[in-house]
């Protein structure tokens, strides 16, 4: 085999470990036992999962897609997930969310990793907490020192599941735009085929 042929396939190689070096490329094991920390954990792994295929090979056309002149753009939205993770991050750390929130990143790299991160980092640190823990845990917004705390479960009706619908309409936004995610993504499995 000539180095011409060899050399798209060892860019190919490289390629799949780099874009494996993001978290949830796939979904991890699950955990052995249920519990509510763990169950919630795995949500915001079927989130980071579908998250990463969603912004997966996203061009600046893709980016730029708005479905109507009112609406946010695939970028707009991604910035907004990429709050809703650090949302979700900060409460489970126990930290408080500042308000206004950060900026989020300019370029797609960074806000995507980032995100992927948020995402990583939330999900490995409840997956253990004890029942006791979880209820200890508040989401709490911090507005200019005025504080206003909710229970955890509201991550779930909140920035989990808004951030999921969110990367829904990411997904939507790319087909329309002409790029459809990548063929043998099975959110069901948490594989690429």
Same mark, same amino acid.
């Given at each position: 085999?000539?180095? =011409? ?49 969603? =912004? ?58 980032? =995100? ?44 989990? =599941? ?32």
């Amino acid at each position: 085999m000539g180095f =011409t042929r060899i050399l798209p396939l060892l860019f190919l190689i490289s390629f799949n470990a780099m874009s494996q070096e993001l978290p949830f490329y796939s979904i991890p094991p699950a955990a052995e036992h249920y519990t509510a920390a763990n169950s919630i954990s795995r949500m915001i792994e079927g989130l980071g999962f579908r998250y990463y295929w969603a =912004t997966e090979g996203l061009r600046e056309e893709d980016l730029n897609y708005q479905p109507t002149s009112e609406s946010q753009s695939t970028l707009g939205t991604l910035r907004h997930i990429h709050g809703l993770s650090r949302t979700i991050a900060e409460a489970i750390q126990g930290k408080p969310s500042i308000r206004p929130a950060v900026k989020a990143p300019e370029d797609l790299q960074t806000l995507r990793r980032e =995100t992927l991160e948020f995402l990583k980092k939330a999900a490995i640190e409840l997956a253990d907490k004890t029942d006791q823990e979880l209820k200890e845990l508040h989401i709490v917004f911090d507005r200019s020192g005025m504080q206003s705390q909710f229970p955890i479960w509201n991550l779930i009706n909140g920035p989990i =599941t808004d951030a999921i619908y969110h990367t829904g309409q990411v997904v939507s936004f790319r087909r329309t735009s002409g790029n459809p995610i990548p063929k043998g993504v099975n959110v069901f499995l948490g594989v690429k085929n």
